[in-house]
């Protein structure tokens, strides 16, 4: 055994306890397998019980929570099939794999993207044509029927939506992609599951064991003291936080919607429960367990119940609990929050680096919008500039949008430093991206829209608020080049930031709005499935049709995503420097051993330029853009930038 004196006596104990367990487990299995599970079990120990012991240490029964997580572990590693031990043994030896800049991700709706699981293996050729490197398969697992908050109300997280599908098509799936090299991700809803799981039908019949699953009071007086300081998610459709449940006499805690029931997770069954859910996923071949409304799991009464220490630490103990069973797993933390939040679900402090791998970076996704609306890039360089520093093991997961809205996460102090009115500007997005200010490019749609507080969120496709949808309506060639432009502006954006990009279905071809989704009584009432499209592969197959719209964006993708797996600046262990140098170009600076990267983009319509002087600064004494593939002319005194232009200068 390791020399565990780095160790507190207690853990110490501890530790030879539960590694006592995992060997009764593990004692069928060859004594190298055995030494390996052990090995990795000594190596993140330390982190577990960091995690776990603010949570659940006074608890009496702490111990035995401990022995009987590490012998659920071991039993995880025991039948955990050999290809994928082989791929546990690949992301020890190389942990940087999803930080790397050949990685790309590509995100869909299996329903709308293939039909099927099986559907999904008919397409593989043009995920490999993408070049993607990361699938995140969305409304996978089994949704309670009916509404279902776009299958994020789970009822059964072992299970797939019938639809779909079979378990084992899972498992197909996910063995075919990896052979192609790519990784699955999947939805792990840690908030909240479906008032029809059996969780919660057990609990609204009475079992007490499932009612401290949830969190449950007899009447409104609880209820009341946390209303007081909580927000409301969907005030339009589901306001307040709680449901009363007749079955139980009991008012429920119901963040999002009332068949959406809070999950306790001040119960460590709730903690230990989740565990199973991932060694099966990951045992199926799930590489990438993208943690669900992660923010939301911790309650303080008189708090806003967002982003609380405890979330931190649980987070923490759940990545260890893989890197101990299933050392290839990665783990992405869906907090859509503030940057001085947000930074928290990569670790800070004594969690510094252990939280999640990857974190999406809402900041770019907004301010990529406010800075197109607004022609002026100083509110996105003064918010970007004020991120702190990221641990070295981390990655941004970088997109311009997703299967959600959009909510305009722009501070009034923020705001207040480029001399702007934070409600003022989050007044005019709402209304540009909208379509309702005078001369906007966007066709949007306002969702949930707070009176008491003017939130105004947006719905809408990346081509339709980009200006294609309206451009072609108006058979204005040059409209839909500006169009095109600004979608390959963004496109580059967040494959040039450093990180993991993440492709949002249709994109790539410019999908516009579907409004169909009116006609379709399950949908109707919520339009963000407004940007939720079925693939058209008719649309598809015209990227082959030179010159047309979808041949243009695609061709301008791929050339992106090849510059990207060229630029080994772009590794994602590199931080990302933002200059504030011009007031309508966002520059940013990527230092590498093998040089630095300059990347410039034009967030106007209009010709721009930039000193020279910037780019000798920082060392780029004879720059070669990546994306045009050519040395820029340097005889001059100033670079000069063209509207919507993108370059990538080493």
């Not at 040395?631 to 005194?637: K, P």
Request: glycine content about 6%; proline content about 5%.
């Amino acid at each position: 055994m390791a020399n565990l004196s780095y160790m507190t006596p207690d853990v110490r104990a501890l530790f030879g306890e539960a590694s006592a367990a995992a060997r009764e487990v593990l004692v069928s299995l060859p004594t190298r397998d055995r030494d390996l599970f052990l090995a990795r079990l000594e190596r993140w120990f330390q982190n577990l019980v960091d995690g776990l012991g603010p949570v659940y240490g006074t608890r009496h029964d702490y111990d035995a929570v401990i022995t009987r997580l590490v012998r659920m572990l071991a039993r995880q590693y025991l039948e955990r099939p050999e290809p994928l031990k082989l791929l546990d043994l690949e992301r020890d030896l190389s942990p940087d794999w999803f930080q790397r800049e050949t990685m790309v991700g590509y995100v869909c709706y299996v329903e709308r993207f293939a039909g099927t699981l099986q559907g999904v293996l008919e397409r593989l050729d043009y995920l490999s044509e993408l070049g993607v490197t990361y699938v995140h398969l969305m409304y996978v697992l089994r949704p309670r029927e009916g509404e279902n908050d776009g299958g994020y109300a789970i009822a059964d997280y072992v299970d797939v939506d019938p639809r779909l599908g079979s378990i084992d098509d899972l498992d197909v799936v996910c063995a075919a992609l990896r052979e192609r090299g790519m990784s699955v991700c999947v939805d792990l809803v840690l908030n909240h599951c479906a008032d029809t799981h059996v969780w919660a039908k057990a609990a609204a019949a009475g079992d007490e064991r499932y009612r401290d699953y949830f969190y449950t009071y007899p009447t409104r007086e609880e209820p009341d003291a946390f209303e007081r300081t909580l927000p409301e998610v969907f005030p339009d459709f589901a306001p307040g936080n709680f449901t009363w449940v007749s079955a139980m006499q009991r008012w429920v805690w119901t963040t999002f919607n009332a068949y959406q029931w809070d999950l306790n997770w001040s119960n460590p069954a709730v903690f230990l429960e989740l565990v199973h859910i991932m060694g099966e996923l990951a045992n199926r071949g799930v590489e990438v367990m993208r943690m669900d409304a992660v923010a939301f799991m911790w309650k303080r009464l008189g708090t806003d119940c967002q982003n609380q220490p405890e979330v931190h630490d649980l987070l923490q103990a759940l990545r260890a609990c893989s890197k101990i069973a299933t050392a290839a797993v990665a783990h992405k933390a869906e907090a859509i929050v503030s940057p001085s939040d947000l930074i928290h679900y990569f670790g800070t402090g004594r969690r510094f680096g252990k939280v999640a791998n990857v974190a999406y970076h809402n900041s770019l996704m907004v301010q990529f919008w406010s800075a197109l609306a607004s022609r002026d890039t100083r509110l996105m360089t003064h918010t970007l500039r004020s991120f702190p520093p990221t641990p070295p093991s981390i990655a941004w997961g970088c997109y311009i949008r997703c299967h959600d809205d959009i909510g305009w996460a722009v501070t009034d102090e923020d705001a207040a430093a480029v001399g702007l009115s934070g409600q003022g500007h989050r007044h005019f997005l709402s209304d540009y991206y909208s379509g309702q200010f005078p001369g906007s490019h966007a066709r949007g749609a306002v969702f949930q829209y707070n009176p008491a507080t003017g939130d105004r969120r947006i719905s809408g496709s990346f081509a339709s608020l980009c200006g294609l949808e309206a451009a072609l309506e108006a058979r204005d060639e040059r409209l839909v080049q500006f169009a095109i432009d600004r979608i390959l502006l963004g496109h580059a954006l967040i494959c040039g930031f450093g990180g993991l990009p993440l492709l949002y279905m249709g994109d790539e071809i410019g999908l516009r709005n579907d409004y169909g989704y009116l006609r379709d009584p399950d949908h109707a009432a919520d339009n963000r499935w407004l940007h939720r499209p079925t693939m058209d592969w008719e649309a598809v197959a015209r990227r082959f049709l030179v010159g047309s719209v979808e041949h243009r964006l695609f061709e301008g993708l791929l050339a992106i995503l090849r510059a990207r797996k060229r630029t080994p600046q772009l590794h994602a262990t590199y931080p990302t420097e933002v200059l504030d140098v011009h007031p309508h170009l966002l520059v940013t600076l990527r230092r590498n051993p093998l040089g630095p990267m300059l990347a410039v983009f034009n967030l106007t319509e209009a010709h721009q330029t930039l000193l020279m002087a910037v780019l000798h600064e920082h060392g780029l004494v004879q720059p070669f853009d990546q994306l045009d593939q050519r040395f820029v002319d340097t005889s001059g005194e100033h670079l000069h930038v063209a509207p919507y232009q993108r370059v990538w200068l080493v």
